[in-house]
């Protein structure tokens, strides 16, 4: 009787259109009945012990401008082609690509040799990514370069082990993260080891194994650094998965009986053991949202949704990592369309959903969750449209192989847009919403976190930044000598601070949370900036 009570009140507090606005904000349900399950669900999860997600720490990597999308450039035949997608990605203000730069595709024939020689004439097989690479700094884009897929001739058993199985000699991988990083030395900021190691095909025929994961991402770590120091090395995505069986397994007539899989969340406490924390600067998994929308707050193990950074990241905290970021390698809703007859093993939504969906991620990431730097949707384009009929995939895209745009991609382009806004949260001096003015540099400095602070020694030197908070601290690094700031918030009238000795100075303190625009000024000294701590 009680839950009948329960489920009659429910039903009549969402039979507004606000409070169903609030469920949703909830639950990530737009439907009556859904929400109505949800909220029960909800509610479960609030009495569940918290999840630790230190959200006041300083994280590296945290503060990039967070719009980014997958591409599959190197499928694109025409350069032009190439070049048109990269100009219309940059166009939408989105600063970040996730581009496969492919081992299968550059040392394709044997160790060591970079030659194509799979059509006549026959040509260098970095030609089409040297021009990925150069039209990414024509439109001042930044690359992640995911390294995957090896060739056949790296396993003694080919691809009969799997096309994706890892090498049987780890060093063989090692040597083309090698090559490759030091022809985009500087050129390309991060690299990604891999992808999905911890589900089916990922890791071909072969269990799912931490421990020898564990030794890739050594392997591609070390050769990365080596080449490239000053490179981010970011860890193969962590597939969102409930399974729990590492191997794919099959009936006597060849029928999969089982997916193959590991629980991103059991996966990662797996790396943590087997000793992979120093080799990956940034955690990636995916952040799709499948069959609920992006405010979807329900926290359950075995239930797949937009919050399951929130898992992860608590793993990574428990773990001692909590300075390092989570950036999401892919992201997205599906709109396969009902009369396509394809199953929605991805969840189903409309292509105005799509496009709102992505935006309240987008919003999330930034407002809730300071850990979290890039989210890259999945995906801009394909080449072609050969899945469209037979993969329900095909229908996460952004535009349609003929550069046909969806509302998806006018949806971010007008948010990716917008002035960036600054949130709760310790942020770095570095972060993309904070604007310098005049004469500022990044420094190496000991005392600052992670080695580095913003310097100037310029009077009238000033950085801008809009925040949505009500009280913001400038986090200093150290020094002997004062320096006198002028700040102003909003219109006000702008008022002086002095400052000998301390690290740390309140340059707002309001009454109430809203957005406000500060202004901080050198007057005189020298400033060097740790950080921003907001409210």
Do not use: C
């Not at 040509?123 to 040297?130: F, N, R």
């Not at 080596?226 to 399974?243: F, H, N, R, S």
């Amino acid at each position: 009787m009680a839950v009948l009570v329960l489920l009659t009140f429910m039903a009549i507090v969402v039979s507004r259109r606000s409070n169903q606005t609030y469920l949703f904000n909830l639950t990530g349900e737009e439907e009556i009945l859904p929400q109505i399950s949800g909220i029960t669900q909800y509610l479960l999860t609030r009495l569940q012990p918290p999840l630790q997600t230190a959200d006041n720490v300083p994280v590296q990597y945290a503060g990039m401008n967070p719009y980014g999308v997958n591409t599959f450039l190197q499928n694109e035949v025409e350069p032009a082609k190439r070049e048109q997608a990269l100009r219309l990605i940059s166009e939408a203000g989105i600063k970040w690509v996730r581009q496969e730069f492919t081992w299968e595709d550059i040392e394709i024939h044997g160790k060591g040799d970079f030659e194509d020689r799979r059509h006549e004439p026959y040509k260098s097989a970095w030609e089409k990514y040297d021009q990925i690479v150069d039209f990414a700094e024509k439109y001042d884009l930044k690359i992640m370069a995911r390294l995957s897929n090896p060739p056949a001739w790296t396993r003694a058993m080919t691809d009969t082990v799997g096309a994706f199985a890892p090498p049987d000699d780890y060093q063989d991988y090692g040597d083309f993260v090698t090559a490759l990083a030091t022809r985009y030395r500087g050129r390309i900021p991060a690299y990604q080891i891999w992808n999905e190691p911890n589900i089916y095909p990922e890791w071909g025929e072969y269990p799912i194994s931490a421990e020898e994961y564990t030794e890739l991402l050594k392997v591609g770590y070390q050769s990365i650094k080596k080449a490239d120091p000053d490179a981010i090395v970011v860890m193969g995505a962590l597939a969102a998965t409930i399974e729990l069986d590492r191997q794919r397994r099959y009936s006597p007539t060849g029928f999969p009986t089982s997916p193959g899989g590991l629980s991103d969340v059991l996966f990662l406490q797996q790396l943590y053991n087997a000793g992979a924390a120093p080799y990956f600067d940034v955690l990636a998994m995916q952040g799709y949202g499948l069959w609920s929308g992006p405010t979807d707050r329900r926290m359950q193990p075995r239930v797949l949704n937009f919050s399951r950074p929130l898992y992860v990241r608590d793993v990574m905290v428990r773990n001692g990592d909590a300075h390092k970021a989570i950036w999401l390698s892919e992201l997205g809703w599906n709109v396969v369309p009902p009369e396509s007859g394809l199953p929605p093993i991805y969840g189903q939504v409309t292509l105005e959903q799509q496009a709102r969906y992505t935006q309240i991620a987008y919003q999330r990431i930034q407002k809730e969750w300071p850990w979290l730097g890039v989210g890259f949707y999945w995906f801009f384009k394909q080449a072609d449209d050969r899945e469209k009929l037979g993969n329900p995939q095909y229908y996460f895209r952004m535009m349609e192989p003929d550069f046909t745009p969806l509302p998806i991609y006018e949806a971010i382009k007008t948010q990716a847009n917008d002035a960036p806004v600054l949130y709760a949260g310790w942020q770095k001096a570095d972060h993309w919403a904070i604007e310098y003015h005049g004469t500022w540099s990044l420094i190496e400095h000991a005392e600052a976190s992670f080695g580095s602070a913003m310097q100037t020694t310029e009077a009238s030197a000033s950085f801008s930044v809009i925040v949505d908070s009500r009280r913001v601290r400038l986090k200093l690094v150290p020094s002997s000598k004062s320096i006198r700031l002028q700040i102003q918030v909003d219109q006000q009238d702008p008022f002086e601070v002095t400052i000998t000795n301390e690290d740390s100075v309140t340059i707002l303190e309001a009454w109430r949370s809203r957005q406000y625009r500060l202004n901080v000024e050198l007057l005189s000294g020298a400033m060097l900036i740790d950080g921003l701590i907001v409210e």
